[in-house]
């Protein structure tokens, strides 16, 4: 299983993929967003940062994964306080705690 942690904004995203211990952070324009969905499986578990454009990135990804979870910046505050804030790093921290099934729950998972 993957766990994939996004970092949009409303020029491009940053993305990571991690499996086991291993991980592989990308950032992506997002007029690319097609080509990211095709690196998508169907067993793949998305955590992603809730945003002005989340709703239309969860309803792009939506039935393409196992799992997605938005999270809200304010309640997770790995993100919201971290001295070192970046696009990769964010969607790195959001890939790991997902994995640990260490983030809040929302209406956007698995129906």
Request: glycine share 6%; hydrophobic share 40%; with cysteine.
């Given at each position: 299983?993957?766990?994939?942690?996004?970092?949009?904004?409303?020029?491009?995203?940053?993305?990571?993929?991690?499996?086991?211990?291993?991980?592989?952070?990308?950032?992506?324009?997002?007029?690319?967003?097609?080509?990211?969905k095709k690196?998508?499986?169907?067993?793949?578990?998305?955590?992603?940062?809730?945003?002005?454009?989340?709703?239309?990135?969860?309803?792009?990804?939506?039935?393409?994964?196992?799992?997605?979870?938005?999270?809200?910046?304010?309640?997770?505050?790995?993100?919201?306080?971290?001295?070192?804030?970046?696009?990769?790093?964010?969607?790195?921290?959001?890939?790991?705690?997902?994995?640990?099934?260490?983030?809040?729950?929302?209406?956007?998972?698995?129906?």
């Amino acid at each position: 299983m993957r766990y994939i942690g996004v970092d949009l904004h409303k020029v491009m995203f940053a993305f990571c993929v991690r499996e086991g211990d291993r991980e592989t952070i990308t950032t992506y324009p997002r007029d690319e967003l097609d080509s990211f969905k095709k690196t998508l499986q169907k067993t793949d578990q998305v955590a992603v940062e809730a945003t002005g454009m989340t709703k239309y990135f969860v309803g792009q990804i939506e039935g393409l994964v196992e799992k997605v979870v938005v999270v809200n910046p304010h309640q997770f505050k790995v993100i919201s306080e971290s001295v070192k804030k970046t696009d990769r790093r964010d969607a790195q921290m959001l890939a790991l705690f997902l994995q640990k099934g260490m983030l809040p729950l929302s209406t956007y998972e698995e129906r």
